[in-house]
């Protein structure tokens, strides 16, 4: 298919697409290999977005800003009007997403790629825009650990969507996700309005710094987001199994990360009583001094004012002087050296040498029956953070007490099952219709470990779940 460019030029566009999303797909142009073409769904090929973009190719960026932002070069037309925009091909990039948990990649990794995300924003906000909608899908990150010049570098795409504005008119951005949108909007979103409607300004520099924060948090704390909490019954005095099955069971619904960031609740900062952080994450002092300080910047006094946030300049220059500060453990795990301990190994581990089994049964004596198997694959993302001054804390005879109770408590449970099963078959026999065992569910071989990597993996997926337009 041929098309026509603002610029007059004419492209050579192939039929066949090599990736798509909800707007559009982006296909080859003969005899451009460094380029693409976007060609929208008619129903996004709008006259305001035909406007947007025709200002936008008036910024002309270099080719070293083009590396990080697939910035739109020209816009394109065919026989019925405007159709879409050309951009820089954006080869070997993989969503940001990857890097969050995969055991594969490590703090060193993920370090770098905050490092160059910062970069990436840096020349955003230095060439006068605005991203608005950063969430991890617009962010490509290079996953070739064999490509020494471009490892974990970042390119920014979508660009399209920006929020652009100019002396004249602002340019909204019309879309984004809820865990990555700062408080000021959040709050406007909570009285009614949608991120198209909502009174101006909508998103600024100051919301980018939010989200860039939140990004950096996820890469550095094994991809919990930063607002993410969960309840803590450490507090309640007593569990019994008629108070279990009375309406005076306190919820088990924690604060979601979205209330969270609307509220100014930062809960690895800020400690509310029966709130703590989630069992995957490690804990906030597994930070060095100086990034903890550039959270509570952004997240608790940019709550109040945005303007205090830290910019992606300060931040690379933090995370750059912390790079040379991580060492790795007997177990393989790689931290930040002002810790006297790995924040990710057990604390029978640290008796133990790598492949010896622990002779104490201080984490109660259950086993880790977890089955090798592709289904569910062991990371330090499942363990959670003890501080040194904690590794004793199964010796205290109140924990002890309370891990044993928790013991009988599921000893009981399991043979509830049991007896259900035993009542629902003999119901079979009496002719009586029994549901499948799909339906009852098998959770007797379900270990620990599963269970946090199930919630872990049903949160991330709720999240994806709440796009917003």
């Known amino acids: 298919m041929q098309y026509m460019g603002n610029s007059g030029n004419i492209y ?14 982006i296909k080859e142009i003969i005899g451009m290999p460094s380029q693409v073409a976007k060609i929208f769904k008619e129903k996004f090929r709008t006259a305001e977005r035909q406007e947007k973009l025709s200002v936008m190719i008036k910024k002309k960026l270099s080719p070293e800003q083009l590396e990080m932002i697939a910035w739109p070069q020209d816009v394109i037309y065919d026989s019925t009007g405007f159709v879409g925009y050309i951009m820089p091909k954006i080869e070997n990039k993989k969503s940001l997403t990857i890097l969050y948990s995969e055991k594969k990649y490590d703090l060193q990794d993920r370090l770098l790629a905050a490092t160059n995300l910062c970069a990436a924003i840096d020349m955003v906000h230095e060439m006068g825009s605005i991203c608005g909608d ?8 290079n996953l070739d650990k064999n490509d020494s010049t471009n490892e974990f570098k970042i390119s ?18 019309e879309v984004g996700l809820p865990e990555y949108i700062a408080p ?12 198209i409607d909502a009174p101006l300004p909508t998103y600024t520099r100051e919301t980018d710094l939010f989200a860039l924060a939140v990004h950096i948090f996820c890469l550095l704390m094994e991809g919990c987001h930063p607002f993410a909490c969960a309840k ?39 400690k509310r009583k029966g709130i703590t952080t989630p069992i995957y994450a490690p804990g906030f002092e597994a930070l060095p001094q100086s990034l903890q300080e550039l959270f509570k910047r952004t997240f608790v006094d940019g709550y109040q004012n945005p303007e205090k946030r830290v910019s992606a300049g300060e931040w690379y220059e933090a995370l750059y002087e912390v790079r040379e500060n991580i060492t790795k453990c007997q177990a393989g795990h790689y931290y930040f050296n002002h810790l006297s301990e790995c924040p990710f190994c057990m604390p029978a581990d640290f008796d133990n040498p790598p492949g010896e089994v622990p002779e104490s049964d201080d984490l109660g004596g259950l086993p880790d029956n977890t089955p090798e198997s592709d289904d569910f694959e062991e ?12 590794y004793s804390y199964v010796k205290d005879p109140k924990v002890q007490a309370k891990m044993i109770f928790a013991i009988i408590i599921f ?10 099963r035993n009542d629902i078959l003999d119901d079979t026999n009496n ?18 470990k599963q269970a946090v990597s199930y919630a872990k993996e049903n949160y991330k997926i709720a999240a994806y779940d709440t796009a917003m337009v």
Not at 411 to 420: R, Y
């Open 12 to 25: 050579n566009v192939v039929d066949k697409r090599i990736a798509h999303g909800g707007e559009g797909d």
């Open 134 to 141: 950063l969430n991890p899908q617009n962010i490509c990150v």
């Open 156 to 173: 920014l795409v979508d660009v399209d969507s920006y929020h652009y504005e100019t002396p004249e008119k602002t340019y909204r951005c």
């Open 184 to 195: 000021e909007m959040q709050k406007k979103l909570a009285q009614g309005y949608s991120i």
């Open 232 to 270: 803590d019954f450490g507090e309640e005095q007593e569990y019994n199994i008629g108070r279990m099955t009375s309406e005076n069971i306190p919820s088990v619904v924690a604060p979601q990360p979205i209330e969270n960031i609307r509220d100014g609740f930062f809960p690895f900062y800020e």
């Open 379 to 390: 990371t330090s993302y499942n363990i959670p953070y003890f501080d040194k001054n904690k």
């Open 411 to 420: 000893v009981s449970i399991i043979a509830w099952g049991i007896i259900t």
């Open 431 to 448: 002719g009586n219709t029994a549901p499948s065992m799909e339906t009852v569910g098998d959770l007797s071989n379900i270990t620990y």
